[in-house]
């Protein structure tokens, strides 16, 4: 296998928030290549016989036919990665042999690991090699968001806190802020959780970022940030275990 390979991927669900995300973590990986983007399991049909596609990210519940009636379809059907708001169709899923079954809201770590299983292994590498290297991928991770009339790049590297305004959110980076309409709700389910954590109803904190913390409230680069009381307990906790404590 060529060591820049490209493989190609097709979304398909009914919702634009949802494939906005996926559109995002696909543009983060780079052995993924987004073909294209469907509102609903008619598009990807025909997708589907005028590109090849490597690995299909397919949501269940759409309108006229579903993701698993899709799947029934599809005579050399390629990787499938089903990304949906329901567990309940996991059983039923793995029966049509996916490759992965991502509730959504789904984080960027998790949608990883989908990737990587679904990628084929590469061609006389050893068994404790990846197919590409997540850390790298993690390093190199970023997101764009509009602001101030144009999409701005934010490293996740960069990111030492967030803060809730309401309909928007303050990225607060070592590069400075940007404010972006955004729910912190939303924004969560889109960041990796071995990196970041919510420690109070209107923030998230870059966990590497920390310099110290009390049961209060977290120090990153003299910004102080609140803990909330209804996250302290699993905050501390979370905390506490990173920095072998207990």
């Given amino acids: 296998m060529q060591p820049d390979k490209k493989y190609n991927c ?37 997708m589907l016989k005028q590109h090849h596609i490597d690995l299909l990210f397919l949501d ?30 996991a059983v039923r899923a793995f029966e049509l042999d996916v490759t992965d079954y991502l509730v959504k809201p789904i984080r960027f ?15 006389g590498r050893s068994d ?11 390093d190199h991770a970023f997101l ?21 305004l309401k309909d928007y959110v303050k990225i607060n980076t070592t590069k400075g802020p940007v404010i972006t309409k955004y729910a912190i ?12 954590i919510r420690v109070h109803r209107s ?4 966990v590497n970022r920390i310099d110290s913390y009390t049961q209060e409230e977290i120090n990153l680069e003299s910004n102080i940030v ?5 996250y302290r307990l699993q905050v501390l906790d979370t905390l506490n275990k990173q920095r072998g404590l207990y």
């Fill in 109 to 123: 770590d998790r949608f990883l690991k989908a990737a990587m299983k679904a990628l084929p292994e590469q061609e």
């Fill in 144 to 164: 764009y968001f509009r602001a101030d009339r144009k999409m701005v790049k934010v490293m996740l590297n960069d990111i030492l806190y967030i803060e809730s």
């Fill in 185 to 196: 709700t939303s924004l969560e389910a889109m960041l990796p959780a071995s990196s970041f």
């Fill in 226 to 230: 609140p803990i909330g009381k209804l």
């Fill in 203 to 206: 923030y998230l904190v870059s």
């Fill in 60 to 89: 269940i519940q759409m309108p006229q036919v579903t993701g698993l009636d899709l799947i029934g379809t599809l005579v050399n059907p390629p990787k499938i990665v089903l990304t949906t708001a329901f567990e309940q169709y």
């Fill in 128 to 138: 404790d090699q990846t197919l590409f290297n997540t850390q790298d991928a993690a």
């Fill in 10 to 46: 097709l979304i398909v669900d009914d919702e634009p928030p949802a494939r906005e995300v996926l559109r995002r973590y696909i543009s983060q990986i780079p052995m993924l290549s987004l073909i294209g983007e469907c509102g609903n399991a008619v598009q990807a049909i025909t």
